[in-house]
C-alpha cells in the first residue's frame, strides 16, 4: 500500500501560480512513476504531468507544456507541480498518483491516489 496526501492549491487570479505537492509513504519501493491529474465534473480525469522516481525523466499534457513544472525530492518522498500563468481553464481538482508504468498518461494505470486538491483560478 501506499498513501498519498496532497498539500498546496487554493484560489488565485488569472496569470498567477501555485504549487503542489504530493507525499507518500508506505510502501514506496515499487514506485516507477508518480503523476498529476486533474478532474472537472462531467469529464475524465486528465493526465497533467508525470515523473520517473528515479531517473526524474518527465512527460507533460498539451495543455500545459511551459506553463507547468514537475519535479520531485526523493529524500522527502514528495512530488511537486509549479503550475504558472495559469488560467481559468486549469481550473479543477488535481490529484496526484503513482504508477509502476514509466511515464503513463492513462490514469488506468494508476494504482494509488491522492486525496485531490481543489485549484480555482478566477478571470
Known amino acids: 500500500q501506499v498513501h498519498l496526501v496532497q498539500s498546496g492549491g487554493g484560489l488565485v487570479q488569472a496569470g498567477g501560480s501555485l504549487r503542489l505537492s504530493c507525499t507518500a509513504s508506505?510502501?514506496?519501493?515499487?514506485?516507477?512513476?508518480m503523476g498529476w491529474f486533474r478532474h472537472t465534473s462531467g469529464t475524465e480525469r486528465d493526465f497533467v504531468a508525470a515523473?520517473?522516481?528515479?531517473?526524474?525523466?518527465?512527460n507533460y499534457a498539451d495543455p500545459v507544456k511551459g506553463r507547468f513544472t514537475i519535479s520531485k525530492d526523493n529524500a522527502k518522498n514528495t512530488v511537486y507541480l509549479q503550475a504558472n500563468s495559469l488560467t481559468p481553464e486549469d481550473t479543477a481538482v488535481y490529484y496526484c498518483?503513482?504508477?509502476?508504468?514509466?511515464?503513463?498518461?492513462?490514469?488506468?494505470?494508476?494504482?494509488?491516489w491522492g486525496q485531490g486538491t481543489q485549484v480555482t483560478v478566477s478571470s
Open positions: 498518483a503513482v504508477s509502476p508504468m514509466s511515464l503513463s498518461s492513462r490514469s488506468d494505470y494508476y494504482n494509488y
Open positions: 515523473i520517473t522516481w528515479l531517473t526524474g525523466g518527465t
Open positions: 508506505g510502501r514506496t519501493v515499487g514506485i516507477s512513476t
